[in-house]
């Protein structure tokens, strides 16, 4: 059975870090694209990065790009997400998503494309 389990959400204050995990098992995921999402309440799923299963590849949203880095671990089988510079609107619900197909050439940010979901990670950042 494939799951994907966050963590590392929590309470911060703007201008603070988090680093959030996501824990991939079932498969290795060393060939395939994993991306995070994020929902603030009565808002839509959106996209926040992606990270290719070919090395040095990722994506960001303009939103967060340049405070946030996505990377991975394939021996480990865990991709991360390490959040800097926090701000109130980063507040959300955070999700791990993988792409079940292998060797993808797209970095998708359409959260259809993806068919593996966590069961997400709560990040509240105070002002």
């Known amino acids: 059975q494939v799951q994907l389990v966050e963590s590392g959400g929590g309470l911060v204050q703007a201008g603070g870090s988090l680093r959030l995990s996501c824990a991939l098992s079932?498969?290795?995921?060393?060939?395939?694209?994993v991306a995070w999402f994020r929902q603030a309440p009565g808002k839509e799923r959106t996209f926040v990065a992606a990270?290719?299963?070919?090395?040095?590849?990722?994506y960001y949203a303009e939103s967060v790009k340049g405070r946030f880095t996505i990377s991975r671990n394939n021996a480990k089988n865990t991709v991360f997400l390490q959040m800097n510079s926090l701000k109130p609107e980063d507040t959300a619900v955070y999700y791990c998503?993988?792409?079940?197909?292998?060797?993808?050439?797209?970095?998708?940010?359409?959260?259809?494309?993806?068919?593996?979901w966590g069961q997400g990670t709560q990040v509240t950042v105070s002002s």
């Open positions: 990270v290719s299963w070919s090395p040095g590849s990722e």
């Open positions: 079932g498969r290795t995921f060393s060939d395939s694209n």
């Open positions: 998503a993988g792409d079940q197909r292998t060797y993808a050439s797209i970095l998708y940010i359409e959260a259809y494309e993806y068919d593996l």
